[in-house]
């Protein structure tokens, strides 16, 4: 999809992504080996009393979701950033689903502009447990004068 045919608002149903056990310990113990993620005696000392998945996990899981939804397509040129924040703890077991909203739309020049889309991730539990904002720099329609 070409910038051009971005709405502010559009929103994108994202698919539940399932946490489970064995690619949350697998994934924690590559990219964040704290104990509170890979060691469950530890975790049961904790303020949250369980393992917690880590938390670019989480949005990964849902990230992948959205991907299949294939938004952009072609027209992507790169990502610019991307700011996650967190807000309740996400489990294995736990299901995650997803929004993606167009919050902001920015020409740069005549051959593309920066899309912002702000995803809300919510728990089984409807508890909002991310977001995250991130920018995408797609390329506009060009247009013949």
Do not use: C
């Amino acid at each position: 999809m070409y910038f051009d045919d971005f709405k502010l608002n559009d929103t994108i149903e994202i698919a539940p992504a399932l946490i489970k056990k064995e690619e949350m310990l697998a994934f924690a113990k590559r990219y964040d080996n704290v104990p509170l993620h890979t060691d469950e005696e530890y975790a049961k000392n904790t303020f949250f009393g369980q393992l917690i998945a880590p938390g670019v996990m989480s949005f990964m899981a849902v990230w992948a979701n959205y991907l299949e939804v294939d938004l952009v397509g072609e027209e992507l040129i790169a990502g610019k950033s991307t700011k996650i924040e967190w807000f309740k703890p996400v489990f294995a077991g736990d299901v995650l689903t997803g929004k993606a909203v167009i919050t902001k739309l920015t020409e740069r020049n005549e051959k593309n502009g920066i899309v912002e889309i702000t995803f809300y991730v919510n728990n089984q539990r409807d508890e909002l447990v991310l977001t995250d904002v991130t920018e995408v720099i797609v390329k506009r329609k060009i247009h013949k004068k």
